[in-house]
């Protein structure tokens, strides 16, 4: 089993920058056999993907709303990957949430979809607001 905890959200205002965690623990698994995404959810809105990136961190993939602001990365040495976000607005208010599957989703083309998920963290708060 494999479990996802997202780390480092807060208060931040406009043009501001948070860096957000996703550490990966468990038994029996191996991290870098696995794609990583990052979606949110606004308060009434549909959970909807940011950005994603491949098990060896080469190939990556953002959304419009966050290209040129946001960079995914990740060290599978320490089973963790991150998401930088700079200037952020007030509409990239959101529950966080990283994603785990332990296939090639970029292969497959489904890297911003939720049902190509197996695994989910809990999700961490980040409010952009002056």
């Known amino acids: 089993q494999v479990h996802l905890a997202e780390s480092g959200g807060g208060l931040v205002q406009p043009g501001g920058s948070l860096r957000l965690s996703c550490g990966a623990s468990?038994?029996?698994?191996?991290?870098?056999?696995?794609?990583i995404g990052w979606f949110r959810q606004a308060p009434g809105k549909d959970r909807e993907g940011v950005s994603g990136?491949?098990?060896?961190?080469?190939?990556?993939y953002y959304t419009d709303a966050v290209k040129g602001r946001f960079t995914i990365s990740r060290d599978n040495a320490k089973n963790t990957v991150y998401l930088q976000m700079n200037s952020l607005k007030p509409e990239d208010t959101a529950v966080y949430y990283c994603?785990?599957?332990?296939?090639?989703?970029?292969?497959?083309?489904?890297?911003?979809?939720?049902?190509?998920?197996?695994?989910w963290g809990q999700g961490t708060q980040v409010t952009v607001s002056s």
């Open positions: 994603a785990g599957a332990r296939v090639n989703l970029f292969a497959l083309g489904t890297m911003e979809h939720t049902w190509a998920y197996d695994y």
């Open positions: 990136i491949s098990s060896d961190g080469k190939s990556t």
């Open positions: 468990g038994s029996g698994f191996t991290f870098d056999e696995f794609s």
